[in-house]
């Protein structure tokens, strides 16, 4: 397996992380200072739909770079 490989797997892997964090809110995550802002600034669904938007990102590029 050469670095690329390894990289994607690695982007599928923090994008399937990126969308279940989005999807279930686990309190201690969805509660980081960050996030919080975010969602000040973008409210409850708008931090979601960034949070899906930057998975689904992750995952095309990892993909892309597996093969």
Do not use: Q, S
Not at 16 to 24: D, E, L, T
Not at 29 to 45: H, P, S, V, Y
């Amino acid at each position: 397996m050469n670095g690329w490989a390894l990289l994607g797997l690695i982007l599928v892997a923090y994008g399937v992380f990126v969308a279940y964090v989005a999807y279930k809110k686990p309190v201690k995550i969805w509660d980081m200072a960050k996030i919080r802002l975010f969602r000040k600034m973008l409210g409850e669904n708008g931090t979601r739909i960034l949070f899906y938007i930057i998975a689904a990102v992750c995952v095309i590029i990892g993909i892309t770079l597996i093969k």
